[in-house]
């Protein structure tokens, strides 16, 4: 008897030291997730729907650069690094409910693209090309309708659309809501599922078969890393990851864009984004498209030549050539 309770005070006592531990590990990526999203240099303007906040990076013709699902002005950046690199001046806004912008009570692709005329009045900008990566693409096109006369250029990366014709979503149960947003919220679970999931995450959450990223080299494999880590701290991300979720973005003709468009995507992207490009290419006139037959959701490989491409199509446009041609 006196054994079984040492052993269980044992292994009682090792589960503690592992949870410690397992605590002290989420505390240390938590904080250094905390820090790197602090170390940006943020700006913030009021506009109609309440303030908006924006970081920038490079310099030369102005990019306006809105980013996906999990993002913020981090995400937008990071995502048009290589651009910035190329010789373009960043400015990557956080959509409602991302770091730094409050979710408005109107949180749809049309009010989110009023607010980025707000934000280039701000900067005394007259026009931009505009990229719109993922779930961004959503208020990209909403600006390109809306607002033409401001936006040089149209660039859809892995765009995150309803299609006309495919089947709806089925609607959540509320149990679903509540499970949802009580995950979205909860940076622990999100840290665990990232420290022992990743494979399953880079799935899920990326859209991107983990056998691809496990074929790239060492500098892909690390970015993807990099982007899982990213979207710590979630809890900070919450409102807008919601509001990507439950949609209400509302209707979005896009036979009305009247301004040079680009969109890309791959075919294994899991989000079927192939479908949203085609879609776009068919309905805007004079449209390009381009669809690799590999790099899921985050072009595992393909950065180079989709930067290369996004640039070239963009000088060509604006007429702008940058130092980084």
């Not at 729907?49 to 102005?62: K, V």
């Not at 607010?115 to 993922?134: P, T």
């Not at 919601?242 to 969109?263: E, H, K, M, N, S």
């Not at 899991?270 to 490009?277: H, K, N, P």
């Amino acid at each position: 008897m006196k054994i079984t309770r040492w052993v269980f005070a044992a292994l009682l006592a090792v589960a503690v030291i592992g949870a410690g531990t397992l605590y002290a590990r989420y505390q240390a990526a938590l904080v250094e997730a905390q820090q790197r999203l602090a170390a940006f240099a943020v700006e913030q303007v009021q506009t109609r729907s309440g303030p908006l906040a924006y970081a920038e990076a490079g310099d030369g013709p102005p990019v306006l650069m809105i980013h996906g699902s999990g993002g913020g002005y981090d995400q937008g950046l990071s995502m048009a690094g290589p651009l910035a690199e190329r010789g373009y001046k960043i400015i990557s806004p956080s959509r409602f409910g991302y770091p730094g912008s409050p979710a408005p009570e109107d949180r749809s692709a049309n009010a989110q693209a009023d607010v980025f005329v707000d934000l280039l009045d701000a900067l005394g900008l007259d026009q931009v090309a505009v990229i719109g990566g993922s779930a961004g693409a959503r208020s990209a096109l909403a600006f390109a309708i809306r607002h033409p006369e401001r936006c040089a250029a149209l660039i859809l990366i892995v765009p995150a659309l309803d299609v006309p014709g495919l089947p709806p979503v089925e609607p959540w149960s509320p149990l679903q809501e509540r499970l949802v947003k009580a995950a979205l919220r909860s940076d622990f679970l999100f840290w665990l599922a990232i420290e022992f999931m990743p494979d399953r995450m880079t799935r899920l959450v990326l859209a991107t078969d983990p056998a691809l990223v496990a074929a790239a080299g060492p500098a892909e494999q690390a970015r993807v890393a990099r982007i899982r880590r990213s979207i710590l701290p979630v809890s900070a991300r919450a409102e807008g990851l919601w509001a990507d979720t439950v949609g209400g973005y509302g209707d979005l003709d896009v036979r009305r864009i009247a301004v040079p468009t680009l969109a890309i995507s791959a075919e294994d992207d899991f989000f079927d984004t192939a479908t949203s490009a085609r879609h776009i290419a068919a309905m805007v006139d004079g449209a390009e498209l381009i669809v690799y037959p590999d790099g899921g959701h985050i072009w595992i490989g393909r950065g180079k030549e989709m930067f290369d491409t996004i640039a070239a199509f963009i000088d060509r446009i604006a007429g702008n050539p940058t130092n980084g041609q």
